[in-house]
């Protein structure tokens, strides 16, 4: 269904030329550059105290501007600016830490600070990124439907078969091409066409209204890993 979304590779096109866009595009993904650069760096970094993260999202502009489609996920693409821009940020300053974590002097180190163990807390495998990744592009594309993740989590279903439930009816939305289209358009349930194909009461259509419309959404998004709000 690429015809009701609204990709991250599209967004970093349509952006390029408005400032305001583009800098809330950066601000989304501050977590995500800093993920990257503390990966690169084996510690803790902070906005607006280190140098690294000034580079970071540099970087990310960098990848913003020169992005094509034809160079794959914009996030990888913009993973590997920003890694470039850091590594040549160590060797200018020459303060090159060591790039294998295997390698690092500290590595046995926790990087304790304030009762935080940052090397646990920021070393960031390609799983945890990935739901990363996925977790920032799924609130932003709540956001623009008016839900966001505090929200949803009130509202969802603490019953896992009505999460399921919830779940099947929004598969069973997507299927239908004017049923989606109409939810899309109008940005809001239509109630009795969904009652036309399934065989559920109005009355549990609206008490989940909130968590059915996340699942479509997340469904559109091809989000492997969000599983909203608790659902299994």
Request: proline share 1%; glycine share 6%; hydrophobic share 35%.
């Amino acid at each position: 269904m690429a015809l009701h979304r609204q990709t991250l590779e599209n967004r970093v096109v349509e952006v390029r030329g408005d400032k305001f866009k583009t800098s809330r595009l950066i601000y989304e993904f501050r977590p995500f550059i800093a993920g990257v650069i503390q990966k690169r760096a084996g510690r803790f970094v902070e906005y607006g105290v280190d140098e690294e993260f000034s580079i970071g999202l540099s970087a990310f502009k960098e990848a913003m501007d020169s992005y094509d489609r034809e160079k794959g996920k914009f996030l990888s693409f913009a993973r590997m600016v920003i890694d470039r821009r850091v590594i040549d940020y160590y060797r200018k300053e020459n303060k090159r830490r060591t790039i294998s974590l295997e390698d690092k002097r500290l590595s046995g180190a926790n990087f304790e600070g304030n009762g935080i163990n940052y090397r646990e807390q920021y070393a960031i495998d390609e799983d945890k990124e990935e739901r990363m990744i996925e977790t920032l592009e799924y609130r932003s594309e709540l956001e623009k439907w008016g839900i966001s993740l505090e929200e949803l989590a009130e509202v969802s279903p603490k019953s896992s078969s009505l999460r399921e439930e919830y779940k099947n009816i929004a598969k069973s939305i997507v299927d239908d091409d004017g049923i989606l289209r109409t939810l899309m358009e109008t940005r809001r349930l239509p109630l009795k066409k969904i009652e036309n194909i399934i065989s559920v009461h109005r009355k549990k259509l609206e008490r989940g209204r909130i968590y059915i419309i996340a699942m479509v959404l997340a469904i559109l998004n091809n989000l492997s890993y969000v599983d909203v709000a608790g659902g299994g």
